[in-house]
């Protein structure tokens, strides 16, 4: 399943922003946008410079929680 698919990932290669990012989006097109979110505040903490992006991103997810 995709989720072991992304903890194999994590336990391979450790945290990396890209992987959060994909997560992200996976998340948030199966309708889980709470953790969607929280997996895009992951992305700010594991790449500080694409901050600006990612908060457009959570604000328009948190516009449909």
């Known amino acids: 399943d995709i989720e072991k698919a992304f903890s194999d990932v994590k336990s391979m290669f450790g945290e990396h922003a890209t992987v959060s990012e994909i997560r992200a989006r996976w998340l948030e097109k199966v309708g889980r946008t709470d ?3 929280a997996e895009w505040r992951k ?3 594991l790449s500080p410079g694409s901050a600006s992006s990612v908060e457009t ?3 328009r997810l948190e516009r449909e929680l």
Request: charged fraction near 35%.
């Open 35 to 37: 953790e969607a979110v």
């Open 57 to 59: 991103e959570i604000h």
């Open 43 to 45: 992305v700010i903490e």
